[in-house]
């Protein structure tokens, strides 16, 4: 029935992203915003160029180590009370890494702005990286790819990627 679509499609929540979009330079980082339609509430996501490719190929899990170390506490906070406080406000921040990039991203409601900001600032600049807490985190990986020793599918899909490409490409 088409009259049920027009109770899902609202035009009041569509965005044009080339009228809506802003573009700022502060120092060397790009920022830009949309507004959407949705009040209070923030979303972000931003990069650093510093994936798995920026690593030696000696050592190309310390980009994952580092993406999972950021939410583990800061020089001022230890990661329970970094989690108690994002959770008091409902604030959502997550790191992850790919061949090129350290992405981040997150959620939060306006008035929480100021602290958001200052908490995801302070988890990129000044990260505790504790080491009973990297210790658990490189076992927990090393325990996850052992998992794969015996997974067709990742087997499979390693065979045929060494024979497409040759072992340079990353």
Not at 105 to 131: C, N, V
Not at 132 to 149: R, T
């Amino acid at each position: 029935d088409p009259s049920l679509n027009k109770n899902l499609v609202r035009s009041d929540l569509e965005v044009n992203f080339s009228e809506d979009m802003q573009k700022y330079q502060i120092s060397n980082v790009e920022i830009i915003t949309v507004k959407m339609p949705v009040k209070d509430a923030v979303s972000f996501t931003g990069s650093i160029a510093a994936g798995k490719s920026k690593a030696s190929n000696e050592n190309t899990m310390i980009s994952t180590l580092t993406a999972e170390m950021l939410d583990k506490g800061t020089i001022y906070l230890d990661r329970f009370d970094l989690q108690k406080i994002k959770d008091s406000l409902g604030i959502k921040i997550e790191f992850s890494v790919n061949n090129d990039a350290l992405t981040f991203s997150g959620k939060f409601i306006t008035k929480d702005t100021k602290k958001a900001i200052e908490l995801l600032s302070d988890q990129l600049i000044k990260p505790k990286f504790d080491k009973d807490v990297f210790d658990a985190l490189k076992s927990e990986l090393k325990s996850s790819l052992l998992q794969y020793e015996n997974n067709t599918d990742f087997l499979a899909e390693g065979l045929l990627s060494r024979n497409l490409y040759n072992k340079t490409h990353r």
